[in-house]
C-alpha cells in the first residue's frame, strides 16, 4: 500500500511552495478512486474541483480531512450512519469542521461510522484484507489513512472507537484527556463519554492535529483546556533518563489472542532495549468496576438521546441501538449517579499510580482484526481509559500471521497529555527500528 | 439591634492598627454572649483567648467568620445538623475554611443548619422576633450576621438556603455563579445544585468575602473560575446611563404575602426613583419546569450520598430525610438525565434575556419569616435560579407589620456576577433612601 505525504509534510511542503495544494489533492483524489470500490471508506466524498475551488489560507491551507459521519457538516449529508438521517444535512458545521476550514483545511468526504457510533456496522472494509473488518465504530476513517487518502482523519470514542480501529488498519490513533477536543456538533453517544479524537500515520501528525484543533476555551459542554502540546527528548522531559512504562495486566488477559500477547513482548522489548523502565501494573478491583459503570453510563445517556428515534422510526433501528436504550432505560438514577462517582473517583486517583510510571503499555484489542465485517471487535481493553478519560494513542508494532496489522495502546495521566505523546514518538522510534 | 462593625470597615480598621483585632474578637463575643440564649446560632463557638492567640497576618486578619455547619473544621465538631455526626470532627478543614485561615481569619464558631441543610429545623432562632423562624438552610449564618456577631459567616444553598434566611434576617446574602466559590470539604445536599455563599452586612462586604473566598483554579468539582468582582459606578458599568431592570412575574405569585408583593412594589419604585428602567418579564414554561427538575436532581443526588446513613442510622434521620432519600431512590436513570439536560439547556438560553435587561428583580421568599420554627419556608422563588445557576443576592427593604425584615432579591447572568454586584450596590442605595 502506496502511503500519501503524511500531514506534518504536507503542511510543510505546501507551506514553503514545494508541493501545490492542487496537486496534492489530486493524489488524494486518486488514491480514493483506485481502493474504494472495495474499501467503502466514505458515505461521500468531495469533487475534486469542489476541493480545488474551496482551499483556503492557514496551517491546514491545501489539507484533505476524512470526517466521521457522526460529525455535522453543512455541506455534506451527516447519516450518523442511520437510514433515519439518510437525507439529513445540518445547517450548520460541528465546531472542529469550522475549525479545520478556518486553518485552511478541507473536508474531503464523510466515513462509515457504525449506526450512531454504536454496534452495528457500516460498509467498510480493512485495508489490508477486505475479509477483515476495519474495526468500529470509526471505521472509515481509521481505514482511509491506512489506505493513504488522507493525511488525518477524525473519528470519536466512547468505548475502543478510536484504539481499536487504529490498531486494526495499522494507524497512530490518539484521543486526548475527556474534554480537550470540541465535540459540539457531534451526534452524541454519551456526554459523559464521548471524545473525538484523531488517526493519522504519525506520532508527530496526531500532536499536529491536537494542536490545531484542540479546545482553546472551555465551553459549557465538559471541555477542558490543554496547552499546545510538543514532542520532547525523554532526558528532557522527565527529568529522568529513561520512560517507565507500566504494562497492564487486565483480569480478561485470556481474551488476548496469542499473536497480540507476542505483540505487547515485542514491544516492551524494543522499549526496554532502548533504555525504557519496565514494570508490572496491576489495578485494584475498583477500577475495573469502571468498565461496568461504563455501560451502565452509555446506555442510560443513549436511552436519552434515542428516545426519539425509537417513539418515532423504532423500524429503522438496529436491534443493536434498540438493546442499548432499553438496557439504559432499565438503570435507575442512583446506579447512574453512582457511575458518574467512580469516573470522578478514579479520574482522581489514576494519578498516584502515575506518579511511578510515565505512561501504562495495554493491549489496544484482543488481537488482529476480526474476520468478517459483522463484528467490528471487543473493546474491552480500551474502555476503562476511556470512562476515566486520560490520554490514549495506538502505535502499530507488527503484523499477524495472516498479514494483518498488530499494536499496542499507550496511556497518560489526564491532562498529561504532552508526556504521553512523547514517549509515544519515543515508542514509535523504538518500534521502527525492530522492522 | 446593635449592628457590628461590617466587614469592609472592621478590615480596613485592623489594617490601619485603629483597631485591634483582639478588642473587635472581645466585641463580638460579647455580642455573641448577649443574645446566644435565645438566638441560637451556634452549635459550638471559639473561646476569645482562643481566638486571640490564633489571629494571624493577611486581608481578613482578626476577623472572626461564622462557618455553616456541614462545612468541615478540624478544630471544631462538625455535625451537619445530625445526630449522626453530633462527635464528629474531620481531619481536615474544608478548602474555604483554609483559605479564611491562610488570610488571617478566624472560626468564630460553626452555626447551627437544618439536618444535612436539608429540611429538619434547628435551634435557631429569627434574631428580629424569637417565636419566628430564621429561615433555612443556613439558619444559624443568617442569625449571627443579623445579630452583629460577626461580620461575615458562610452558608450554602441547594434550593433557597441562602437567600430566604438573609431576606427572613434582613441581611445580604450573595451566591455567586455556580462553582465560583470551593465547596470541597461541605458536606454535599446535591452536587449539581450546591453553593457556599455569603451572608454579610452590605453589598460591599459581600464582594469583598466573594473575591478573597472565591475559586482561582479549576478542580474537578464542578467549579469555573470568576476574576475579582469590583463595584462599578452604573454609568460606566454598563454602557448606558440607567439600570434594565426586569420584574419577573411568576406561576406561584399567588404564593406572596400581600405585604411581600408590596416590598417588591417599593424597591420597584426606588429602582424606577433614581432612573433605572422597570419591564416586566415572563418565562415560558420550559423555565419553570426547572423547578421540578431540581427536585430531581436534588433527590436523586440526596439518595446516593444518604445510603450509608440509611442503611447503619435510619434510628437517626428525621422522616424529612428519609422521604428525600425515597423520592430519589424512585426515579430511573432517564429523568434523572433529562433534568440535567434541563439544566444545561437553561444556564445556556438565560443568556438571551440578558441581552435585554441588566438584572432580574424578584421575592426572595412568600413574604416574612413564618412564625414558629418547625416551617423554615418555602424555598419555590429561589429554586429556578439555584437551578440555572445564576448569582442571586438578597436585599433587605422594609419590615412588615410585625417587625420582621421584608426584601427582595436580584439575579445576574450565569458568570456576570460582576454587573450583578454593581446592580445590587446600585439598588442598596436606592433603598436606604427611602428608609
Known amino acids: 500500500m502506496k502511503p500519501a505525504i503524511g500531514l ?70 451527516t447519516a450518523n450512519g442511520s437510514p433515519i438521517y439518510k437525507n439529513f444535512t445540518p445547517s450548520e458545521d460541528a465546531v472542529i469542521v469550522k475549525k479545520i476550514r478556518s486553518l485552511g483545511g478541507l473536508i474531503f468526504g464523510k466515513t462509515v461510522t457504525t449506526e450512531f457510533a454504536w454496534r452495528h456496522p457500516g460498509a467498510t472494509t480493512n485495508p489490508w484484507n477486505s475479509a477483515h473488518t ?14 493513504g487518502i488522507v493525511p488525518l482523519a477524525l473519528g470519536s470514542q466512547t468505548a475502543g472507537s478510536i484504539i481499536r480501529p487504529a490498531s486494526f488498519c495499522g494507524v497512530i490513533g490518539f484521543k486526548a484527556s475527556f474534554g480537550a477536543v470540541p465535540r459540539e456538533g457531534a451526534h452524541p453517544v454519551s456526554g459523559s463519554l464521548d471524545h473525538i479524537g484523531f488517526f493519522t500515520r504519525s506520532v508527530k501528525d496526531a500532536v ?18 490543554i496547552p499546545e502540546l510538543s514532542i520532547k527528548p525523554i532526558s528532557e522531559f522527565l527529568g529522568h533518563s529513561a520512560p517507565r512504562i507500566a504494562v497492564l495486566k487486565t483480569p480478561f488477559d485470556d481474551l488476548l489472542s496469542t499473536e497480540q ?9 524494543c522499549l526496554s532495549d532502548s533504555g525504557a523502565k519496565i514494570e508490572e501494573l496491576t489495578l485494584p478491583k475498583n477500577y475495573w468496576n469502571g468498565i461496568e ?22 423500524e429503522l433501528l438496529s436491534t443493536d441501538v434498540i438493546e442499548l436504550a ?30 511511578d510510571f510515565d505512561a501504562i503499555l495495554a493491549a489496544p484489542a484482543t488481537g488482529e482484526a476480526p474476520k468478517g465485517l459483522d463484528f467490528t471487535g471487543n473493546p474491552i481493553f480500551c474502555s476503562l481509559w476511556t470512562f476515566i478519560g ?25 491532562k498529561e497529555d504532552e508526556k504521553l505523546v512523547s514517549i509515544a514518538a519515543f ?7 525492530q522492522n
Do not use: W
Not at 451502565?296 to 425509537?310: D, F, K, P, R, Y
Not at 439504559?328 to 473517583?345: D, H, P, R
Not at 515508542?427 to 527500528?433: P, Q, S
Open 8 to 77: 506534518t509534510q504536507a503542511c510543510e511542503l505546501i507551506r514553503t511552495k514545494q508541493l501545490s495544494p492542487n496537486e496534492y489533492l489530486a493524489q488524494c483524489v486518486a488514491r480514493a478512486d483506485e481502493v474504494e470500490e472495495t474499501l467503502k471508506a466514505f458515505t461521500v466524498r468531495a469533487r475534486l474541483s469542489d476541493l480545488q475551488d474551496q482551499s483556503g489560507t492557514g496551517p491546514l491551507m491545501g489539507i484533505p480531512v476524512a470526517v466521521k459521519d457522526i460529525i455535522a457538516t453543512k455541506d455534506f449529508v
Open 134 to 147: 476495519p474495526g468500529g465504530s470509526s471505521s472509515g476513517s481509521a481505514a482511509a489513512v491506512a489506505s
Open 208 to 225: 499536529l492535529a491536537f494542536n490545531l484543533l484542540r479546545n482553546t476555551e472551555i465551553t459549557e459542554d465538559d471541555s477542558i483546556v
Open 261 to 269: 500477547t507476542n505483540t505487547l513482548k515485542i514491544a516492551e522489548k
Open 293 to 314: 459503570a461504563l455501560a451502565v453510563l452509555m446506555s442510560c445517556e443513549a436511552a436519552v438521546i434515542h428516545e426519539q428515534h425509537l417513539s418515532q422510526h423504532p
Open 326 to 355: 432499553n438496557k439504559g432505560n432499565a438503570y435507575s438514577a442512583s446506579e447512574y449517579i453512582k457511575a458518574k462517582n467512580l469516573q470522578k473517583e478514579l479520574r482522581l486517583s489514576i494519578g498516584k499510580y502515575f506518579e
Open 390 to 414: 486520560t490520554p490514549a494513542i495506538a502505535l502499530p508494532v507488527n503484523k499477524s500471521s495472516n498479514g494483518l496489522p498488530l499494536g499496542i495502546q499507550l496511556i497518560g495521566n489526564y
Open 427 to 433: 515508542a514509535e522510534e523504538c518500534f521502527k527500528k
